[in-house]
């Protein structure tokens, strides 16, 4: 299969499409029709049952618009960049890193500087793609992926769209802790849009400028929380680690259970926990366990307060693409909102039994600083107090010195009033820190299509299928009258109304032969037909027909409700059918 | 009730908060806690399944984020606007039609022409309502309500976040008719945000900048699809029709049947069918009925393309909020994006059998036209050719005139080649008309609270309780241990794990007394409580208590989860359960 293949059958089967196309489509936005916007809400579904209800997490639903204060606080404004390069000529817009990539043996070009980015352009004499034009000697900039908006008349609210869904739990931590009753550990999850304004968006659902994102913010004790391993011990992992990517030529995995990966050290207890949840939730949406791996991130790639991070990819094309992150980042999110805010990002952590500890304090003789530093004399009192309780070695000596505004000042010990008092505390405040398997909706929904493509052969013609798992399936049932006429049209409507109302996804088709229905819904990846015929007036059977085996079996009409959801749930198979129904 | 007690309450008990709080918040948005966000969704299905399942209507996903040519086909770059006056004092900016609202006799403001709204403001000395400022002599300026951004980098593609999800559908008109199989009548379906940039948002979840809109474009052919009436015919609407709003002093309601509403010519057939569904729906989900009424659009609000509208409006503290629009859009939209882009937005009607029709054609001698006209020859061409379709009687004389730029030029009938042939046609394409039932999820989400909250008293204290609806609860069922030792607590947190199994949104609780633990329940608006006593571990039987009663019986811990889901889908009422189970 080519990736177009599967673009033109997502077009013309209702899965999805370019958005726009009557004013020339935008690069970068899609837009799921009927069929792809039921699997993917399926896919969410699926989702939410296993990383939320099935872990005991709580959702929450947060705005995509969020104030700039916030990216300040998570560093997206200062960081969150692409490198472009304009087309002198043309003036097209390029990621430079990936022209790199196309164009040259170097990989993961996006941790290399600037300057050195500008000297590669030049000495590989890279051209622009669209026009051919030399681009050696143009400038490098950085790109914020930010999509900017303004809230309010004026410009003077700056808003963004959010780039991930995280930022709406994380700023709204104090108010989620108080729902938690402030008890460690707790998770949080979102399902929500976020936006990357890409410089050259690519890949169909790949790399989309707005998408959806399906994200876990689980908050733990780092001192005493440690995940239920056992929940997922058995999962077996196909684990690329940093050191195989690095020293070994040619791609080697390793194969490990999450136990084992978490006893011999080389994945951290909490990602590999995820590791397995996740490993379960891709398998059964339907993507292929033969093009899946879990990928550890390079030193380069690590960001510095991440203990651990692996990526879920998947095979697409011969390439292989990022699916999702399941990273250990410490409290570093929760402590730059801290900081930059005046809320408090922690939980007060009570203790079983008070403990009396030593605390040592000061108590500055205001008449002596003040004369003495004049306006200045506030912020060396604070200097004294903040030294105090890290280092009291430091008032052992007749004069403390203190630096305020990068300034020294002595101060003479008996002005400063330090003393070491004992006093009774009965909890303390933590820092909670935070596991994060951050999922991306579309190219799930999108490796699940493309694993799901076959092309095998029917009763001596081609046939294009798509394979898809009953639980995910847009459409799980066709029903077809042989013919609309004789009341068979009428039955058939009738039973298609019965198992909607018993909640199956069926669609009801009268038009072409049946052969060609079959083929229809074999390209929609409808995973069972039901036919109604001139038997079927008489005797209440119909034909039941499997997707991918293509085998039919006579069924009672009113036992198929309860055999249909049988073969959704994978309490029967299909080859079951013939022999009785298993004993409730 | 006052609005402060439901917006407290919905902050302390995770329904909703304003986003951002830890930055001081941001006006017009707001972030859904656990509760809320369940709550939502359930509103969203419930809506899905009325609007969407039942009615045979498909779903569709589009971005929030679209280009700038759909909202110039749209009209909203024009006059998606509200009218801005700003302080001169200390900058604030105002809606000035609200603040003439607000402070004079004066109802819907909005329409007044913003020359009348400056000098109302003046007449009667309008002030800042932040800082005092006469506000007479400030220009009043027209703000589009569209958040703005630029797609990929330079300036040069502004886009847009979405007023409405419908544009989403309309402009994927073409794509849409093509899975439909070019036949009418169809309809798409779409849940997802759409943006406000509100000068003042206000009112809680009434009028915020973010919001979740769920719209249902209704695609009908003008000339024959009718509603299948029946399905809704004895739906009992309180209708507000345009001519009691206008005439009669006080409010005055009519009470009709959808069928009668149509029969008396009252309410347009295609609305009134949706009148009828969204009625079912807002009480389905727990909107209080005698807080509810329909609004006919006053002939100055409706749109110049819409042959009827009508607003469902709740109450809420005394005034009437708009709900919902139910429109019939003629085929405004469509034509709008007809004409302003390349693609076609018809649908291709076949007739029964192929018609014979003449139609007149021309084919001018440019032998003639060329040296006669030189350039300008083509377009009196083409001139002629409509000319032929138009007005056939034209042809009749010896000469012909036809204008081109303006300029008027007499052509010798025998140089046009003009002929009236006959032809054969097997259909014809029909611009589809839409109706649009168009309802706010957030305003919906807010009624089900403001109608569900109530005081009581309980043992002679007073209570506190959300009435919800068990279909849209949060949280389906409590679960405590009279306290967590001898066993009772893992009981009941094995029967909260069944229970949540058995696909029930359960909640576990140990804190406090069983009585505390009841009371925060009724708050939250759980409909079912279950205790674990001692009892429990001899006979296997629990506390089933009511909230609404806070009647109790006692049920063998087997019955509980068919007996809860009896309860949930009204198959039994709570008084039910003392006598024996109907029989299945």
């Not at 400038?139 to 930010?146: D, G, I, Q, R, S």
């Not at 963004?160 to 989620?176: D, H, K, M, S, W």
């Not at 570093?332 to 079983?352: A, G, N």
């Not at 009396?356 to 003040?370: I, K």
Request: proline share 5%.
């Amino acid at each position: 299969m080519s990736r177009s293949d599967l673009v033109e059958l997502a077009k013309r089967r209702g899965y999805f499409f370019q958005s726009a196309g009557a004013y020339g489509g935008v690069s970068g936005f899609y837009t799921y029709g009927p069929q792809g916007a039921t699997l993917k809400a399926n896919v969410e579904d699926a989702w939410r049952e296993r990383f939320g209800v099935q872990e005991g997490h709580r959702e929450i639903d947060a705005p995509t618009v969020m104030p700039e204060p916030v990216f300040e606080a998570s560093g997206h404004l200062d960081t969150f960049d692409d490198m472009l390069v304009e087309c002198p000529e043309c003036g097209a817009s390029h990621r430079a890193d990936h022209l790199i990539e196309d164009e040259t043996d170097i990989e993961e070009a996006e941790s290399i500087a600037i300057p050195d980015v500008e000297d590669l352009i030049a000495d590989h004499d890279l051209q622009c793609p669209d026009c051919g034009a030399e681009l050696a000697g143009e400038p490098v900039e950085e790109f914020n992926l930010m999509f900017e908006t303004s809230i309010g008349p004026g410009s003077s609210s700056p808003g963004y769209l959010r780039p991930e869904t995280a930022q709406g739990i994380f700023v709204e931590f104090p108010q989620l802790a108080e729902y938690a009753r402030n008890q460690l550990p707790f998770g949080i999850t979102q399902i929500g849009k976020a936006y990357r304004n890409e410089i050259s968006p690519r890949n169909s659902l790949v790399r989309t400028r707005e998408f959806t994102q399906a994200e876990l913010e689980h908050f733990v004790d780092p001192t005493e929380d440690v995940p239920d391993i056992d929940r997922v011990a058995d999962v077996e992992l196909t684990l690329y680690p940093a050191d195989k990517q690095e020293e070994v030529e040619g791609v080697e995995y390793v194969t490990k259970t999450v136990r084992e990966a978490v006893e011999d050290g080389l994945v951290h207890e909490w990602v590999a926990y995820y590791l397995g949840v996740g490993k379960q939730w891709y398998e059964s949406i339907g993507v292929d366990m033969d093009r899946f791996r879990f990928r550890q991130h390079l030193s380069g790639e690590l960001a510095h307060y991440a203990a651990d991070c692996w990526d879920a990819e998947g095979e697409i094309d011969g390439d292989w693409y990022e699916l999702a992150g399941f990273a250990y980042r410490s409290d570093y999110d929760l402590s730059k909102h801290d900081e930059y805010s005046d809320d408090d990002f922690t939980v007060f952590k009570q203790y079983d039994e008070p403990k009396v500890v030593e605390r040592a304090t000061v108590d500055p003789d205001m008449s002596y600083l003040g004369p003495e530093f004049g306006g200045a004399a506030g912020e060396v009192a604070d200097a004294l107090e903040t030294l105090a309780e890290r280092d009291r070695a430091a008032f052992e000596g007749d004069t403390v010195t203190v630096e305020v505004d990068g300034e020294e000042h002595e101060i003479p010990t008996e002005k400063t009033g330090f003393a070491v008092e004992e006093v009774k505390e009965t909890g303390e405040h933590v820092m909670p820190h935070v596991v994060e398997p951050s999922i991306g909706i579309d190219r799930a929904v999108y490796a699940v299509l493309v694993h799901a493509y076959e092309i095998d052969e029917v009763e001596g013609d081609e046939r294009t299928r798509l394979a898809l798992e009953p639980e995910v399936a847009p459409t799980f049932v066709g029903v077809f009258p042989l013919m609309d006429k004789d009341g068979m049209g009428e039955l058939a409507r009738e039973l298609t109304d019965d198992l909607r109302a018993a909640g199956f996804d069926a669609t009801y088709d009268d038009s072409g032969n049946i052969g060609r229905r079959y083929r229809r819904q074999d390209e929609v990846g409808t995973p069972f037909c039901v036919t109604v015929d001139y038997d079927s007036l008489e005797d209440h059977t119909v034909t039941l027909r499997e997707r991918d085996s293509t085998e039919q079996v006579r069924v009672p009409v009113a036992a198929l409700p309860d055999l249909l959801e049988d073969l959704r749930e994978g309490e029967r198979t299909f080859a079951d059918l013939d022999a009785p129904a298993p004993e409730q």
